[in-house]
């Protein structure tokens, strides 16, 4: 069984950065594509972008291109999200899952596991 735990979020003003975590347990994460996705309240859960096994190939939403930066780190078993120039429209609770069999994929169907969230608010 797969265990995802999220760390990182927190309260920032518009312009400023934070850095989520994901630390992964139970499997072999180097095998894995990653992904973050993230649900503002009263809102449906939405793709932020994914890193495949290597490292070597990130996604993005369209919203976050540019401003924001997968990367993971095989041997310590944890996925990365740096955000830079959050906007108020970032503000959601921010959720990494792991895709055991296949790439990097937008859908979050397409993912086995998932951690619980960590919030992530944006002041204008």
């Known amino acids: 069984q797969v265990q995802l735990v999220e760390s990182g979020g927190g309260l920032v003003q518009a312009g400023g950065s934070l850095r989520l975590s994901c630390a992964a347990s139970?499997?072999?994460?180097?095998?894995?594509?990653m992904g973050w996705f993230r649900q503002p309240l009263g809102k449906e859960r939405e793709f932020v972008a994914a890193?495949?096994?290597?490292?070597?190939?990130?996604v993005y939403a369209d919203s976050v291109k540019g401003r924001f930066t997968i990367s993971r780190h095989n041997t310590e078993n944890t996925e990365y999200l740096q955000m830079n120039r959050l906007k108020p429209e970032d503000t959601a609770v921010y959720y990494c899952?792991?895709?055991?069999?296949?790439?990097?994929?937008?859908?979050?169907?397409?993912?086995?596991?998932w951690g619980q969230g960590t919030q992530v608010t944006v002041s204008s």
């Open positions: 139970g499997g072999t994460f180097s095998r894995f594509a």
């Open positions: 890193i495949d096994w290597s490292g070597d190939n990130g």
């Open positions: 899952a792991a895709r055991t069999f296949g790439n990097t994929s937008p859908r979050d169907s397409d993912y086995d596991y």
